[in-house]
Nanobody, 123 residues
Framework: QVQLVESGGGLVQAGGSLRLSCAASGRTYSSYAMGWFRQAPGKEREFVAAINWSGSSTYYSDSVKGRFTISRDNAENTVYLQMNSLKPEDTAVYYC????????????????WGQGTQVTVSS
């Protein structure tokens, strides 16, 4: 089993920044992709960003492109999401997820999920 634990969420004013972390532990295979998703109240979970095993390829949703940056440190088994120029519409619970193989943009493609961390952006 794989355990994923997110941290770094909180309350920030519009225009501010936050950095989310997701630490992985347990049994991991040699090649896995990581993704970030978010879910706002009353809405479906949506894709935010993904990164491949080596970190050489990243992909972002249009709503966060240019503002968010996903990265990973395989030595620390940790993936990060740097969020800049935050907007009130970014308010949601943010989840990290792991899948074996290349990255994907749909939630069912991921095998393991963290418990989520709340991000609230005030106007």
């Amino acid at each position: 089993q794989v355990q994923l634990v997110e941290s770094g969420g909180g309350l920030v004013q519009a225009g501010g920044s936050l950095r989310l972390s997701c630490a992985a532990s347990g049994r991991t295979y040699s090649s896995y992709a990581m993704g970030w998703f978010r879910q706002a109240p009353g809405k479906e979970r949506e894709f935010v960003a993904a990164i491949n095993w080596s970190g050489s390829s990243t992909y972002y949703s249009d709503s966060v492109k240019g503002r968010f940056t996903i990265s990973r440190d395989n030595a620390e088994n940790t993936v990060y999401l740097q969020m800049n120029s935050l907007k009130p519409e970014d308010t949601a619970v943010y989840y990290c997820a792991q899948r074996y193989g290349g990255y994907a943009t749909t939630a069912p493609a991921y095998n393991y999920w963290g418990q989520g961390t709340q991000v609230t952006v005030s106007s």
